[in-house]
């Protein structure tokens, strides 16, 4: 008995031991993350990324705020556009995909191919540029970011599986009833899926988060970009000074390349995009496990 009990601390100690390391694993890179976006560039250069820097320096935050309200706008758009444009899209989908696990539904073998289909064949770059600039006069618009990647075939397939995993006795007795069909979705399976539908959420969210093509296709504006958009044209504009200054010396007195810290603004650009979503993932995380289990297992 007590080589047994034995036996089983070993076993927890291996095993929490196991997880910690992987937790450091992972933390520590975010962590350098951090700090590399506090280094000044010289010493970047001369010792490398540290946990550690010898001088903490916020130049490179400094550089990125030289006109805040390029920040701001772009933060309020990419935060607009991932709200609004979430719930729209998980409303869309669902809608979509909760008639098609409808086994009454006379056509919801075909429409799912139709669906599917679209995920191995698509029209092409060019052909969608046309549709949504010149047809449907999303150009310059706020409505690109919101329609054009309104629903996800391989996201609606998901909520569709989950759906079918509800007992049909729930909605015929609805139905029994008086109650229709959107109020059957609406009161009935919403607060059924909630697990699916944080993940789908999460997955909308965080793609909607990081948008920068839809921008750089649809966009001219500078009142309409993104943040992830926003902060690689002005990486791609410091580089530019400084590839510039590289290849015309005498052109350094009007200037100062040390004002442009390129290597530790790759950094602090990371911490300023990713930072909200890391905030937000917790809140979605005690549903994310059961999400990403949707159909693998039939109960």
């Known amino acids: 008995m007590v080589e047994n009990k034995k036996k089983v601390v070993l076993e927890q100690i291996l095993v929490n031991g196991y ?5 450091v694993l992972f933390v520590i890179p975010m962590l350098l993350v951090i700090t590399s976006s506090f280094m000044q560039d010289n010493e970047i250069r001369m010792q490398g990324y540290r946990l550690f820097p010898s001088v903490w320096s916020t130049e490179a935050y400094s550089y990125l705020f030289r006109l805040p309200q390029r920040i701001i706008n772009a933060y309020r758009i990419t935060t607009f556009t991932s709200v609004v ?3 729209m899209s998980v409303l869309t989908m669902g809608l979509v995909a909760y008639p098609l696990s409808r086994r009454d539904f006379a056509y919801r073998n075909a429409i799912t191919w139709f669906i599917f ?12 540029f046309i549709i949504n600039t010149q047809i449907l006069g999303l150009r ?5 970011y919101l329609l054009i990647p309104l629903a996800s075939a391989f996201l609606i397939i998901v909520m569709r599986t989950f759906f079918q995993q509800l007992p049909s006795e729930l909605v015929e007795s609805a139905k029994i009833d008086g109650a229709g069909e959107l109020r059957i979705f609406f009161t009935i399976i919403i607060p059924l899926s909630k697990p699916v539908i944080a993940t789908v959420s999460l997955f909308v969210l965080l793609g909607r988060w990081n948008e920068w093509m839809l921008t750089l296709l649809y966009i001219t504006n500078e009142d309409l970009f ?3 958009f926003l902060l690689q044209r002005i990486l791609g504009e410091a580089e530019f000074v400084r590839n510039f200054l590289a290849n015309f010396p005498g052109a350094t007195h009007m200037i100062d390349t040390r004002s442009i810290p390129s290597l530790s603004m790759r950094y602090a650009m990371t911490v300023l995009a990713a930072g909200p979503m890391l905030v937000i993932f917790p809140f979605f995380q005690k549903y994310f496990a059961a999400g990403l289990t949707i159909g693998a297992v039939k109960g």
Request: hydrophobic share 50%; proline share 4%.
């Open 117 to 128: 289909l679209t995920m191995l064949f698509s029209g092409g770059l060019i052909p969608s």
């Open 85 to 87: 444009g979430t719930i």
């Open 226 to 228: 993104t943040l992830q």
């Open 19 to 23: 997880f910690i390391l992987c937790c």
């Open 140 to 144: 310059d618009s706020i409505w690109a």
